[in-house]
């Protein structure tokens, strides 16, 4: 089992010279690595994307055609601030909530 290993590696020496007072701050170090690697691999970029998203959201207009977060493709014909109207077949219309659209539809799901 590997967990044991990491607690005595992380743990500071007993005896010694210190006589088992080590510095906090060398203490808490791995801990302030390991969320600083989080931030900037996991956190960062979701937020980046979090707001791209919302920006996208922002400018779609009349006739874009986009796809939901659940597989419907379809064309706006309708938008107000929170419903966008969809239109999946000529003269068939659905209404979804504007936090549903998932994106512009691809070469691969056309």
């Known amino acids: 089992m590997m967990f044991p290993s990491i607690v005595y590696a992380m743990a500071p020496p007993q005896g010694g010279a210190q006589g088992g007072q080590g510095n906090p701050i060398m203490a808490f ?40 977060s659940g597989g419907i493709i379809g064309r706006i014909s309708g938008l107000t601030e929170n419903i966008v109207t969809l239109e999946v077949a000529p003269k068939v219309n659905i209404r979804v909530a504007r936090s549903q659209i998932a994106g512009r539809p691809t070469a691969e799901t056309k």
Not at 29 to 52: H, S
């Open 29 to 68: 170090l791995p801990l302030i690595i390991i969320f600083a690697i989080f931030y900037f691999l996991l956190i960062r970029p979701q937020q980046k994307k979090q707001k791209e998203h919302r920006k996208f959201l922002e400018s779609l207009k009349k006739g874009d055609e986009v796809i939901t």
